[in-house]
C-alpha cells in the first residue's frame, strides 16, 4: 500500500504562488507516475500536470506557462509550483501516483485526500 499526502494548499491572492507537496510513503514501492488533479465545485475533475519517472512533464493547455511539476525521488515527493495564480484555478487539489508495490508486484492507482486551493481577485 502506498499513502499519498497532499499539502501546501492555502489562499492567495491573484497573482500569487502556491507550491503543492505530494509525499508517498508506505511499504517497499516504485512510482511509475504522479499527476496532480484539480476539481472546482460542479466541475468535472481535470488532469493538471503528470510527471513520469525518468522525469518527462505534461501540463495542461490551461495551466502552461503558470504551473510546473517537479518529483524528489530521494524524499518520495511531488511538487507542483503554481505562479501567477487566477481566480478560474480555485479548486480542491489531489495528487494521484501509478506505483508498484515491490513485496507484491502488484501495480496500483492512488490517490491523496485533497487540499483546497483558493484564488481571490
Known amino acids: 500500500q502506498v499513502q499519498l499526502v497532499e499539502s501546501g494548499g492555502g489562499l492567495v491572492q491573484a497573482g500569487g504562488s502556491l507550491r503543492l507537496s505530494c509525499r508517498a510513503s508506505?511499504?517497499?514501492?516504485?512510482?511509475?507516475?504522479t499527476r496532480w488533479y484539480r476539481q472546482a465545485p460542479g466541475n468535472q475533475r481535470e488532469l493538471v500536470a503528470s510527471?513520469?519517472?525518468?522525469?518527462?512533464?505534461n501540463i495542461a493547455d490551461s495551466v502552461k506557462g503558470r504551473f510546473t511539476i517537479s518529483r524528489d525521488n530521494a524524499k518520495n515527493t511531488a511538487y507542483l509550483q503554481m505562479n501567477s495564480l487566477k481566480p478560474e484555478d480555485t479548486a480542491v487539489y489531489y495528487c494521484?501516483?501509478?506505483?508498484?508495490?515491490?513485496?507484491?508486484?502488484?501495480?496500483?492507482?492512488?490517490w491523496g485526500q485533497g487540499t483546497q486551493v483558493t484564488v481571490s481577485s
Open positions: 508506505g511499504s517497499r514501492f516504485s512510482i511509475y507516475a
Open positions: 494521484n501516483a501509478a506505483a508498484v508495490d515491490l513485496e507484491t508486484a502488484r501495480v496500483g492507482d492512488y
Open positions: 510527471i513520469s519517472s525518468g522525469g518527462a512533464t
